[in-house]
């Protein structure tokens, strides 16, 4: 196991997995190679698991996102028609019931965002991973962004506005959550219409 020692000006010795998992140890400066040594072995236990734990989360991950392949550009073609279908009508209703408007509406393969607003250009983008998603967790995300016209970070007014207009969004961002984690399994799935 490979491990990476970075000196800061910190007092105090500090270890770190990245989600690659990559094993980071931030030292301050001057502590001798020998105490990293043994700091690092007394927590040996606990840097194996919470590898352990780290990878097969991102292997989940990895093949929630890989189950929609984007490889190619007819592929991404594809998938931002099929979420167009889903999307469209809910802009279209939700933005009269806010009373905002969207100027454009733009489908990314995007894996580290859901969707953005550009609040001053009033252009949606939405990610086309998107349709591994049940329909009301996409209702949401279409809400969220569109909310983002009225309250342009996510503030308590953000969040009020929110629950105005889609009340059940906690229960969505975490579905949303644990779905693309990898950790809702088979009637997890089944109760949220996946399978």
């Known amino acids: 196991m490979e491990i990476t ?3 800061r000006p910190t007092r105090r010795l500090s270890i770190r997995i990245t989600k690659e998992g990559e094993v980071r140890v931030s030292a301050p400066y001057g502590v001798s190679k020998r105490r990293i ?17 780290i990878l ?7 093949a929630f996102y890989d189950s929609l392949p984007q490889d ?3 592929q991404r073609k594809e998938a931002a028609r099929r979420l167009s279908l889903i999307t469209e009508p809910l802009i279209s209703h939700y933005s009269q019931l806010m009373g905002v ?5 733009r489908y990314r393969a995007n894996r580290s965002k859901w969707g953005s607003c550009n609040v001053e ?11 591994l998603l049940p329909s009301y967790c996409i209702e949401h995300v279409v809400v969220h962004e569109l909310a983002h ?17 889609f009340p059940d969004w906690k229960k969505a961002r975490k579905e949303t959550r644990l779905l693309s984690s990898g950790q809702l399994k088979g009637e997890d799935k089944r109760s949220a219409g996946l399978l």
């Open 5 to 7: 020692v970075t000196y």
């Open 37 to 53: 040594s043994a700091f690092v072995e007394s927590h040996r236990d606990w840097i194996e698991k919470s590898r352990e734990r």
């Open 56 to 62: 097969a989360s991102a292997g989940c991950r990895r």
């Open 72 to 74: 190619t550009l007819s």
């Open 101 to 105: 408007t969207v100027d454009s509406v």
């Open 121 to 131: 250009k009033k252009i949606i983008t939405f990610s086309t991973y998107l349709l």
């Open 149 to 165: 016209l009225l309250v342009p970070n996510h503030s308590r007014e953000f969040y009020s506005v929110m629950d105005i207009y």
